[in-house]
Structures are given as structure tokens and as C-alpha cells.
């Protein structure tokens, strides 16, 4: 599941990766660009939700396989002709499959790591480590023969699917003793949502993913500016940025099993303000040590906006997941294209600037967050890890 999360989000990470191409392939201006980032996020927003209801109905695992060959379909084809109305049109049919891919895929995860927060974290780092591919495999494809060469980018698309189909053979192996699939599928039934509390916690997944999406849409040209270097410093910018999420999101997991989850969320989300601070303000080689201090910020609570999620709606992990996992980043772009409208008639520096409060209202909003108790889940975070994620584990 982790590797299969791993080539689906890949493509999450390309779109944005792909910007500084189309800036200098095809002269587009920063609000032209980041419009690519909303189409890839628009849709996405909108049917998230939608899909997330529907596996809260309806298992539907043939999603997972479909919807990441729908993902990879679309960037593969977006630097295919000049026509940015085609170029939007098939970048919003990738951020469609990532829509689908997700809520599934997280309601699986949820049973086949029987509510571990360290295995829920494994899985968000699939997804993480795609993020950080994406910059490196887009200019790896894009060296080979320009916007041209993007049919190339369909390779993880074929990967993820075969990984997801083995996966879920895989998942339907008959569940181990201790916490079971028909144990947690009923905590599920019983359990009582929590709205008000999920509400607040989605507030704050929205301050991240705006956060997130602005600088992984700008960060590699502002990287360039700062540091006075090409190509090369604005896609290391974008690496860091992407792989030290690998990092936070394996930390989170683990910092979970120690303290309160919601504790672990707010300090991360106190941290973000400095780091993004730091981002935006500090000039020079040290702007890499406050991307990466962001990247930490901004992942730390990755996966444990998933867990919160789904036990604050444990009648509705497809729901919770759809926007704890899928949202955290797509409806991000929707502000996109007014940081590249800002840009284009000030500058960037002055554009990413309001990026500072967001994690300051993010922390607010999670100020009075109450840490909620699955209903038929281990209710002290240190039994998480040493539950048995395989009935074959020794």
C-alpha cells in the first residue's frame, strides 16, 4: 500500500514540479502557471469529498489500481501540444484519479494496519516519498527532450496499479487476532462523530495545504532568486521541501505512540510559522535549512491528521480520510493562482509573505482540540506499534 501510495503522489508532486517548465518552455506567466496547479486541484477538491462518501457506502477497492493509471494518464499528456486549455483539461483529469485513489486507499490502510498510527504513518510516507520523486523524475524526463517527452512520466502510473492490485490480494487475507477487521469495522458502526472537532481539525488541514501548495508551486523559481542560482538550486529547494516530509511523516508516527497526538500537532504547527518565516525572509544558502525545517513542520502532522480524522468520524473513515489525506493538498491550489497574480504585480517574495499566518491560525484553530478515543481501538497511543499489522508477522 505504502509503495502503491508512493506512485500515485507522484503525480501530486509533478504538476507543481512541472511549473518552472511550462515559465520557461512556453513563457506563461505565474498566474498562467499556478492556474495548471488549480485545474490539477479544482475538481480534485470538489470530488473528494464525493468519493469519500461513496467507500463509506461501498467498498471499492478496483479504485485503487484505476484511479492511479487516471493520475499518471493526465501529467503524462500535459506537455503534449501547445494548448493550454488541452494542458488544463488533462492536468484536471489527473487531479481527478488522485482524488479517487485517496479515500479508498485510506480506509484499506486504516484496516490493514488495524488503527497502528506508526503503520498509518508508513503508509502516508509512500505518499510522501512520491512527493519527493516528482521534482527529480520530471527533470530527469523533461532532460531527455523537453514538455515533450511527459508521455514518459506514465511509468509509476503502471507501477502503482500493479502494486495497488497485488496490495489489496494481499489485504484480503484473513485478519490476525487481536484488533480484526470485523472488530474495527464495528467501533466504526458504534462509534459517535464528532463533527464540531473534525471541523476544527479540517480548518487547520486547509492553513497546511494552502501553505504547502503555495511554496511547492513557487519555491523552486523563488529558490532561484534567493540563491542566486539556475535550475539545479530550485529543484534542490523543491527536494528538500518533499523529501524531509519523508522524514516528519515517520517521526509524526512515532512522536504519536509518546505523547497526545493533538500535542504533536500544534508544536508542529508552531514550528511552521518560524520555519516558513525563515523561508520567505532569509536570503542565501540558508534558505535550504528553513525549507527543510518547513518540510518537518508541515509533515510531522501528516498522518495524524488521517487518525484524528477517522476517530472523530468513526462512521465515516472514507469521508475523514478523503479530507485528512486527499484535501491536505488539492485544495491547496485553489489560492494558487492568487499567490501567482500577487506575484506577477508585485513580487514573489511579497506574494509568499502571507504564507507566514496560515500555520499561526492552523495552531488556533487546534488550540482547545480535544484528543479523541476510537471506540474499540486501544485507547493508550503506546499500544498502537505493537499491534500486528500481518497475520504472518513474527
Known amino acids: 500500500m505504502s509503495l502503491g501510495h508512493a506512485c500515485v503522489d507522484v ?26 496547479v488549480l485545474a490539477a486541484s479544482l475538481l480534485s477538491s470538489v470530488v473528494q469529498p464525493l468519493f469519500g462518501a461513496l467507500t463509506d457506502k461501498w467498498a471499492m477497492p478496483w479504485l485503487l489500481p484505476v484511479s ?35 479515500p479508498e486507499a485510506a480506509r484499506v490502510a486504516r484496516h490493514a494496519s488495524r488503527g497502528s498510527h506508526t503503520a498509518m504513518g508508513w503508509f502516508s510516507l509512500g505518499g510522501n516519498l512520491g512527493f519527493a520523486t516528482a521534482p527529480l523524475l520530471v527533470a530527469a524526463v523533461i532532460a531527455t527532450g523537453g514538455l515533450g517527452a511527459t508521455p514518459l512520466l ?3 502510473a ?25 472488530a474495527l469495522g464495528a467501533s466504526e458502526t458504534a462509534g459517535r462523530d464528532d463533527w464540531a472537532s473534525f471541523a476544527r481539525l479540517s480548518g487547520a488541514v486547509v492553513c497546511r495545504s494552502i501553505v504547502f501548495v503555495g511554496l511547492s508551486t513557487f519555491l523552486s523559481l523563488y529558490a532561484r532568486q534567493r540563491t542566486g542560482g539556475g535550475e539545479v538550486s530550485g ?115 511579497t506574494a509568499l509573505a502571507p504564507l507566514i499566518a496560515l500555520p499561526a491560525l492552523g495552531w488556533l484553530l487546534l488550540r482547545t482540540l480535544r484528543e479523541p478515543v476510537a471506540p474499540g481501538l486501544p485507547t493508550a497511543p503506546q499500544a498502537g506499534p505493537r499491534m500486528p499489522l500481518r497475520p504472518d508477522r513474527r
Open 154 to 156: 506514465v511509468v509509476p
Open 235 to 349: 529543484t534542490a529547494a523543491l527536494f528538500v521541501l518533499y523529501l524531509g516530509g519523508a522524514v516528519g511523516t515517520v517521526a509524526g508516527g512515532r512522536l504519536a505512540t509518546r505523547h497526545r497526538r493533538v500535542t504533536v500537532v500544534r508544536w508542529s504547527y508552531a514550528l511552521t510559522v518560524l520555519a516558513v518565516a525563515g523561508v520567505v525572509l532569509v536570503p542565501g544558502p540558508l534558505l535550504y535549512v528553513f525549507v527543510a525545517l518547513t518540510s518537518a513542520g508541515l509533515y510531522v502532522p501528516f498522518s495524524l491528521h488521517v487518525t484524528l480524522g477517522q476517530d472523530y468520524l468513526p462512521r465515516r473513515v472514507g469521508t475523514a480520510g478523503g479530507v485528512t489525506l486527499g484535501l491536505t493538498v488539492s485544495i491547496g491550489g485553489l489560492a494558487s493562482p492568487l499567490v501567482g497574480a500577487v506575484a506577477d504585480a508585485t513580487s514573489l517574495q
Open 11 to 36: 503525480y501530486q508532486g509533478a504538476v507543481a514540479a512541472l511549473v518552472p517548465f511550462f515559465v520557461s518552455e512556453r513563457a506563461y506567466t505565474y498566474a498562467a502557471a499556478s492556474g495548471l
Open 158 to 182: 503502471l507501477a502503482g496499479a500493479a502494486l495497488c492490485a497485488a496490495a489489496l490480494r494481499a489485504v484480503e487475507a484473513p485478519a490476525a487476532p487481536g484488533v480484526s477487521d470485523a
Open 68 to 102: 492511479a493509471l487516471l493520475g499518471g494518464a493526465g501529467v503524462a499528456m500535459s506537455g503534449v501540444g501547445g494548448s493550454y486549455a488541452v494542458t488544463l483539461c488533462v492536468v484536471a483529469v489527473s487531479g481527478i484519479g488522485v482524488a479517487a485513489y485517496h
